[in-house]
């Protein structure tokens, strides 16, 4: 800077004594004394680029957490100040690994927070792995975390330091069955899974599943993520008059699929759209205009959720509205989902005799068994080690009530994966 | 030749790249003892600027020297990763499996260079970008890989973290120097002067009875084993694969960078380069979209106003020259006169 020094500010003669002394004081391996008593927290989420819909309102999830967090936490007998350094992986993989390494290697940090989707939690998870650091994640297949990461069925599980919360194929089935159960149908699914991730575990797991409880699948087959001609598969849609449609595209493919669809006249016949990964946040459901009105969805969390955050003592309806009323934007199911891996994380450091302690940490987040703003979290019971499966709850996007802030609603339509959550409202028919 | 009655002379080796050469041979023997000084986070960061020298200077060979301009690398950078991943599936070390991903890359690259090196410029650019889709695609398909889900090179956690840190980064190392010293042999020995002659006119150097076509393909292989090679570290160093990752054609974006930036067709110049974006990167990695804006720009700004690179700038204005593939005329002062 070519600004003139502050009169208040340090002068050059006391910068460099206070390097002098600090760099005598590391290399003499003394510690000022409070750095031992801090607990840092690494948070990676993608805020920014193609996944930013997830990360849009981990901005002020951080705040609440921060300011509840501000007088540090008690752990057995001691308190520790907490730090909380959150990063942005820009929606990158490769950037994702580079800034895990960079505050394991860097910040020295005691346990690793990772949130949504495979592209943000597998490479920070695997770099966690391979150093030894703690790491807990939610928000993505909890198959595509376990097994894409290189675990095998019947196996023991070759993980010690990752451990991950949330929906599964598991999940996802037994919503599907009681949400399309709702409505009078033929049975008939035309089903629309892409090449990748998720369409793969749904595809070879879920289809199988949903057959065996009397629905009728007709898949055309994988495509390709950024396909933008789908004539044939709306075709065979028609042909085979399915009145439910169930896919798991990224938002643009879904977009170019129902527009095409809508112009063929395959709306008029379906009676349900089931979408998933796509319809998660109102922004995108509100681009598709009246096409979107009535898509069916499934939330890993939603404000009717009738639990508090164990960190930050807010209930989900306060979470809610304190985000629409700090942003002016519409509440999404990520707030809760987010705030629910800080509730864990310090739940797990908490009920640790030694946070500073990684093993101890670790070991303290298998054997965790607790209730978040989203449910409950328990590694004790779940169907591998590592990982505790949790809800997916059905949903649907209706059009809100005259006068309302926001031009959607999205209410609760059933329960199945976790009965605690009240359901709002019937299921309405889309063609209906 | 001419060299005995004539006052000038032809030099290869100057004193400056004698001592450059000293000074190399000294910065690799600090650089291999350094994961006993630095911390976690400096070696890995080392590992990825080696990892980009290896790719920048790699593709300059093909671009610079061979004069094969390629948008379709990243296809070899996966693979590398891709034939690790299934290597080590089948139990075998990963370590081991790196080294033989790597020479499997070259492997299939013989047969790709077969049909590729018959495209000319623009169309060779592109076919290889078309290639390099493909195989994405076909990586896809395979039952392990599972589209993009992907598959993580779990085996390594059979490391201790610091060992692995370390192994990765001495191989990175090995790596970097076996692959630049082979470089630099090949383009001080006859085929070298081929290469150089073929990027300057292709037609002249065939009437001068130098075998095109077997030229082109050896550079093609080198630059294929190399960028394997430079994949399967990156896969070490990340250990997750997700094949969108690493076929993702940012990767020759960057590599085209650092050689405009650095200086095409100068070896310097690769490395120059690498070392430039590997800052750049470090520094400004955080701005996100701006970040990527800026190194448009300035690869922009360079191919307008600086077409050599800034080697090539150095190179002009102060005749040095520390890696000599070529060879220099030293002309003495009192023959300038006529």
């Not at chain 1, 809760?336 to 670790?362: I, R």
């Not at chain 2, 650089?31 to 080696?50: E, H, K, N």
């Not at chain 2, 570290?233 to 054609?249: G, H, R």
Request: glycine share 10%; with cysteine.
């Amino acid at each position: 800077m070519t600004k003139k020094e502050k009169p208040n500010g340090l002068t050059r003669r006391e910068l460099l004594a206070t390097a002098g002394a600090a760099t005598a004081a590391m290399t003499m391996g003394i510690r000022p004394a409070f750095a031992t008593d801090t607990l840092k927290v690494g948070f990676i989420s993608p805020r920014t680029g193609p996944l930013a819909g997830f990360g849009e309102t981990d901005g002020y999830v951080l705040e609440v957490v921060r300011k509840a967090l501000a007088n540090g936490i008690d752990i057995a007998g001691k308190t520790y100040a907490v730090e909380i350094l959150d990063q942005d992986t820009q929606s990158d993989p490769s950037r994702a690994g580079q800034l895990a390494k960079d505050l394991i290697n860097n910040q020295a940090i005691d346990l690793m927070l990772v949130v949504s989707t495979p592209e943000t939690i597998n490479p920070v998870a695997d770099a966690c792995e391979a150093a030894g650091v703690p790491c807990l994640s939610t928000v993505m297949p909890w198959e595509a975390w376990y097994f894409g990461r290189g675990a095998k069925p019947g196996e023991p599980s070759p993980f010690k330091w990752t451990y991950h919360f949330g929906f599964g194929v598991g999940e996802f089935h037994k919503t599907y069955v009681s949400q399309w159960k709702l409505i009078e149908t033929n049975r008939k699914v035309g089903v629309m899974y892409p090449n990748d991730a998720d369409g793969n575990a749904i595809r070879a797991n879920l289809a199988p599943l949903l057959q065996k409880d009397g629905f009728t699948i007709v898949d055309p087959g994988a495509y390709e993520t950024g396909t933008t001609d789908f004539s044939s598969q709306i075709a065979l849609f028609k042909q085979e008059g399915v009145e439910i449609i169930n896919t798991f595209p990224i938002p643009p493919d879904f977009a170019t699929f129902w527009r095409q669809a809508a112009q063929q006249g395959l709306h008029r016949q379906v009676k349900i759209v089931q979408v998933a990964k796509t319809g998660l946040f109102p922004s995108g459901v509100e681009a598709l205009g009246n096409l979107g009105i009535k898509l069916g969805s499934a939330a890993y969390w939603h404000k009717a959720f009738p639990y508090k955050s164990s960190v930050a003592g807010v209930s989900g309806t306060e979470l809610a509205d304190g985000y629409e009323a700090a942003s002016g934007k519409q509440w999404t199911q990520q707030l809760g989902a987010t705030l629910s891996l800080f509730d864990a994380g310090f739940d797990a450091l908490k009920k640790t005799p030694d946070p500073k302690s990684k093993e101890a940490v670790a070991k303290s987040l298998s054997t965790l068994n607790t209730v978040t703003i989203a449910g409950k979290v328990d590694f004790t019971s779940g169907p591998v080690p590592n990982v505790s499966p949790g809800p997916i709850i059905g949903t649907q996007w209706v059009k809100a009530a005259e006068g309302a802030k926001f031009p959607l609603d999205y209410v609760v339509t059933e329960n199945a994966t976790d009965p605690n959550v009240p359901v709002g409202a019937t299921l309405l028919s889309y063609n209906g | 030749m001419s060299l005995v009655v004539s006052p000038s002379m032809v030099q290869r080796w100057t004193r400056l790249s004698r001592r450059a050469a000293a000074a190399v041979v000294i910065v690799l023997l600090g650089l291999a003892v350094l994961p006993g000084v630095l911390g976690a986070g400096a070696i890995d960061r080392l590992a990825a600027l080696f990892v980009y020298v290896i790719m920048a200077a790699m593709w300059n060979a093909l671009a610079g020297y061979g004069g094969l301009v390629s948008v379709g690398q990243q296809m070899f950078f996966g693979l590398g990763a891709y034939f690790t991943v299934r290597l080590a599936e089948t139990g075998l070390d990963p370590f081991v499996a790196m080294g033989m991903a790597s020479l499997l890359v070259a492997v299939v690259s013989y047969p790709l260079s077969l049909v590729m090196l018959r495209l000319k410029g623009g169309e060779f650019a592109i076919g290889m970008w078309v290639v390099s889709a493909l195989t994405h695609l076909m990586v896809n398909l395979d039952g392990l890989i599972q589209g993009e889900t992907g598959r993580s090179l779990i085996s390594l956690n059979a490391y201790a973290p610091g060992a692995r840190r370390d192994i990765i980064y001495w191989l990175a190392l090995v790596a970097m120097t076996g692959l630049l010293g082979g470089l630099f042999a090949l383009l001080r020995n006859r085929t070298g002067a081929s290469i150089q002659a073929i990027r300057d006119n292709e037609e002249a150097a065939g009437s001068l009875g130098i075998d095109v076509t077997r030229t082109k393909r050896l550079i093609f292989v080198l630059a294929a084993f190399g960028i394997g090679v430079a994949g399967a570290l990156w896969l070490a160093s990340a250990t997750t694969f997700q094949p969108k990752t690493y076929f993702s054609v940012q990767w020759t974006a960057y590599m085209i960078f650092m050689v405009l930036v650095g200086g095409i067709g100068r070896f310097e110049g690769a490395i120059l380069g690498a070392v430039i974006f590997f800052l750049i990167e470090t520094w400004f990695g955080a701005l996100g979209v701006w970040y990527l804006i800026g190194l448009g720009v300035v690869a922009l700004l360079f191919s307008l106003f600086m077409p050599l690179g800034l080697w090539g700038a150095i190179e002009t204005r102060f005749g040095v020259s520390l890696m000599p593939v070529g060879y220099r005329l030293e002309i003495p002062p009192q023959s300038r006169k006529d």
